[in-house]
């Protein structure tokens, strides 16, 4: 009689173990292109306000470059 309550306890125990899973694999899927959406969007804003200087004469094109390696 305490085996059909100990398999029901167990299969609870690993259900909410998977959900929990696929809950942290959502939140690092989430979290991991919001970082790379991040990098692009400074990327992106570095090359276009650095353009702006190197057109406007106040920064070198090797400048721009360096600062971009950083």
Do not use: C, H
Request: net charge neutral.
């Amino acid at each position: 009689a305490v085996e059909p309550q100990m398999q029901r306890r167990w299969e609870e125990q690993l259900a909410a173990y998977v959900t929990a899973s696929f809950r942290v694999l959502s939140l690092n899927n989430t979290a991991s292109q919001a970082v790379q959406l991040i990098n692009k969007l400074v990327v992106a804003a570095t090359l276009y306000f650095g353009a702006k200087l190197v057109i406007g004469g106040d920064l070198t094109v090797g400048e721009l470059v360096a600062f971009n390696m950083l």
